[in-house]
Nanobody
Framework: QVQLVESGGGLVQTGGSLTLSCAASGRTFSSYTMGWFRQAPGKERDFVATISWSGGLTFYADSVKGRFTISRDNAKNTVDLRMNSLKPEDTAVYYC????????????????????WGQGTQVTVSS
């Protein structure tokens, strides 16, 4: 199993940028599709982006497409989420997650597809 720790959240003004990082432990990190999800107060956990185990494939929610970029460094066991042009509606706790199945990628994904989760990092965008 992969253990995950997110960092990089904070308070930013509308239009600003943040980069979230997720550090993973476990020798099999490079075998898993990774995802970012977010959860606003009182709402369900929503899909943000996924990246395949090799990093060659990515997929984004429509709400963040063109503004967010997911990337990974398998040598460092990290996955990042670069967030530009932030909006108040991006305010949420952001979670990184590792897929349940090794070497499986489907693009759009759901929380139930992921077996390992970080503790989350808060992102607040002020208007």
């Amino acid at each position: 199993q992969v253990q995950l720790v997110e960092s990089g959240g904070g308070l930013v003004q509308t239009g600003g940028s943040l980069t979230l990082s997720c550090a993973a432990s476990g020798r099999t990190f490079s075998s898993y599709t990774m995802g970012w999800f977010r959860q606003a107060p009182g709402k369900e956990r929503d899909f943000v982006a996924t990246i395949s185990w090799s990093g060659g494939l990515t997929f984004y929610a429509d709400s963040v497409k063109g503004r967010f970029t997911i990337s990974r460094d398998n040598a460092k066991n990290t996955v990042d989420l670069r967030m530009n042009s932030l909006k108040p509606e991006d305010t949420a706790v952001y979670y990184c997650a590792a897929h349940k199945v090794q070497r499986y990628y489907s693009g759009r994904a759901y929380p139930g597809d992921f077996g390992s989760w970080g503790q989350g990092t808060q992102v607040t965008v002020s208007s």
